[in-house]
């Protein structure tokens, strides 16, 4: 808006109204803006005149050969309420949402006490500040396919997205991913909640039962380290022995050795087996005379203590305590698994995620060839996942672990799969994404946001402690239970 001029004779206060309408098809309204207050009107001639008495401005004919000009002075005052907060009243506007029912994010039912459908979750809830904030109504509708929005062949688009797109609603109201096809044709309002995704699946039952399960208490570098700790003192041993032999050696008389020589030869004969006596706590028949020899003795000694006492406690608890790690930390990881399959919800985005270029491998190799993934029902990807521990699926790493399924008997792999922004979805160019993302965004402000968050995704479920197993034929006899365990 641009005024031009604005005059009167006898009013030097003008304010400027702006209109604007809350809806199509809906009356106009104003509201005050700014008020302009002029507060001084000066004009040259008169500036003349007075300088004139004074003796300061004189000419031949007494008269001024400038035009008149005005100077005017004021103050533009601007409403101090925001745009949006004087745009807020959209009574008498009904909107159409569509969204799809989950436990926690969004679901809706009829309420006889108020007389109209309800929302409830996560965004629900959201969705009912909004409107205590508005005054406006809505009426909630479920896709007729079930499904959160993916791109056809043809170009349609399935799902909440295709409800917007043909107009049947007006805005989706639901955990609705950000992917850049569905940022082509909607729409995203300010971010509500941000989560992550994993791969999660059942571990293998009896997963302790394998050849590796002896070697397993220590890393490969402590097994390098105490081989070479063994043959360093056997080495030290070695020479030691041989020093005080090769010392006593001309002392002696005649064909017959003295006992002490005697003992020097065996232990530098028998090093190895003297240091890996004195390291598995057995003994020697005849005890070390000499201190470098007593030395050596007594070190392996005290580091066979540690080193057996911290291995049987470790193995021990190998064996009776159930592994429940699963056998891969990435797509990649589950691709090299033979009759791994990976289940996702049809229609999500993460169909769009695997069929992007990327990504494309997997949707071919875990995905596409089998008949049960993708689908529909999430609850049925998780019922299939129970029964089946080479059924994975992909699921929301903050979510799973709310209930004992999701937390105790599945499993996730370590890497994040993917972050996820989850917003409202508004048809192109809609006039009320704006509006909307400032109340939401006064909504984080006020920390609204995260006491629903807290309500609705509160601390992850404590799983059990894992009950112990006792140790018996099953665990003693590893590689034997193994290769019966194979076929299953």
């Given amino acids: 808006m641009k005024v031009l001029e604005v005059s009167s004779p006898t009013v030097n206060t003008f304010d400027l109204h702006e209109v604007w309408s809350s809806g199509p098809e809906r009356d106009l309204r104003q509201d005050l803006l700014a008020t302009w207050s002029a507060n001084v009107l000066l004009g040259t001639a008169e500036l003349e005149n007075n300088e004139r008495q004074d003796g300061q401005l004189t000419d ?37 949402i569509t969204s799809i029912n989950d436990s926690r994010a969004h679901n809706s039912h009829y309420s006889k006490d108020l007389g109209r459908d ?24 479920t896709p007729a396919d079930g499904e959160f929005g993916s791109l056809n062949n043809n170009g349609s688009w399935t799902g909440m997205i295709g409800d917007v797109l043909s107009g049947r609603a007006h805005v989706v109201v639901a955990f609705l991913s950000q992917t850049y096809s569905r940022a082509q044709v909607i729409d995203y309002s300010s971010v509500l ?27 490969t570098g402590l097994w390098i380290g105490l081989l070479l ?18 010392m006593l050696l001309p002392t002696s008389v005649g064909d017959q050795l003295p006992k002490e020589i005697m003992g020097y030869q065996k232990w530098k004969k028998d090093a190895p087996l003297l240091v890996w006596a004195a390291f598995t706590q057995q003994g020697w028949p005849t005890a070390p005379e000499v201190g470098p020899l007593r030395a050596v003795f007594w070190t392996m000694y005290v580091v066979g203590v540690v080193v057996v006492a911290a291995y049987s406690a470790t193995l021990v608890a190998f064996m009776t305590v159930v592994d429940d790690e699963l056998q891969f930390d990435s797509l990649e990881d589950l691709k090299m698994l033979p009759k791994y399959r990976l289940g996702i919800q049809k229609g999500s985005m993460l169909e769009e995620y695997f069929k992007n270029k990327n990504f494309l491998e997997y949707w071919e190799t875990l995905i596409k060839p089998y008949s049960d993934t993708p689908l529909k029902s999430f609850n049925d990807i998780r019922a299939i996942a129970q029964k089946d521990p080479q ?98």
């Fill in 229 to 246: 700790l063994l043959m360093i003192m056997a080495m030290v041993c070695w020479g030691v022995s041989h020093c005080y032999h090769q």
């Fill in 391 to 488: 059924y994975a699926y992909v699921g929301t790493y903050e979510i799973q672990r709310l209930d004992p399924v999701g937390a105790c008997i599945f499993k996730s792999a370590r890497q994040h799969l993917l972050f996820n922004d989850g917003a409202l979805g508004w048809p192109r160019g809609s006039s009320y994404v704006q509006l909307f993302d400032h109340f939401i965004n006064k909504f984080r402000e006020s920390g609204l946001l995260q006491k629903l968050m807290t309500k609705w995704y509160p601390r992850p479920y404590t799983c059990p402690d894992q009950p112990v197993v006792a140790l018996g034929f099953q665990q003693d006899g590893t590689p034997i239970s193994k290769g019966d365990q194979s076929g299953m």
């Fill in 118 to 141: 309800v929302l409830n979750g996560f965004f629900g809830d959201v969705w009912e500040l909004l409107k205590l904030e508005m005054n406006f109504t809505y009426l909630v509708m």
């Fill in 60 to 96: 031949g004919g007494g008269s001024s050969h400038e035009p008149e000009k005005w100077i005017t002075t004021g103050r533009l005052t601007i409403s101090n309420t925001p745009k949006y907060e004087r745009r807020r009243d959209l009574t008498g506007i009904h909107f159409v």
């Fill in 193 to 219: 909640i941000k989560f992550s995704y994993r791969i999660f699946a059942r571990p293998p039952k009896l997963s302790t039962l394998s050849w590796t399960s002896y070697t397993r208490p220590f890393s």
